[in-house]
Nanobody, 120 residues
Framework: VQLQASGGGLAQPGGSLRLSCAAAGSIFSINVMGWYRQAPDKQRELVADITSGGSTNYADSVKGRFTISRDNAKNTIYLQMNSVTPEDTAVYYC???????????????WGKGTLVTVSS
């Protein structure tokens, strides 16, 4: 199983970015998928996550600015980031709770991070 994230880059303060993360491999089902971020010298923190049924959860710092969405048919999640600020600068990681085709339990998988830089 692999998680491939894309969409990071440079944005100006007040601008927008859209991240994508697709899961691929021998997947039976996926439970929660989410985005985490880690800024320099800080711990990794949850940004937002979403269940297979579409229930969402956001960090207080991004509520009203970021939107997480999911396409179950494509095993893909998205993070629409609006009104970004320099405090959003971090490496963003996607995570998914995945049950493999020959497994009876869900295991957490992490994707490689994608760097988001917000600067003028």
């Amino acid at each position: 199983v692999q998680l491939q994230a894309s969409g990071g880059g440079l944005a100006q303060p007040g601008g927008s970015l859209r991240l994508s993360c697709a899961a691929a491999g021998s997947i039976f089902s996926i439970n929660v998928m989410g985005w985490y971020r880690q800024a320099p010298d800080k711990q990794r923190e949850l940004v937002a996550d979403i269940t297979s049924g579409g229930s969402t959860n956001y960090a207080d710092s991004v509520k009203g600015r970021f939107t997480i969405s999911r396409d179950n048919a494509k095993n893909t999640i998205y993070l629409q980031m609006n009104s970004v600020t320099p405090e959003d600068t971090a490496v963003y990681y996607c995570k998914a709770e995945i049950r493999g085709r020959w497994s009876y339990s869900y295991v957490g998988h992490w994707g490689k991070g994608t760097l988001v830089t917000v600067s003028s």
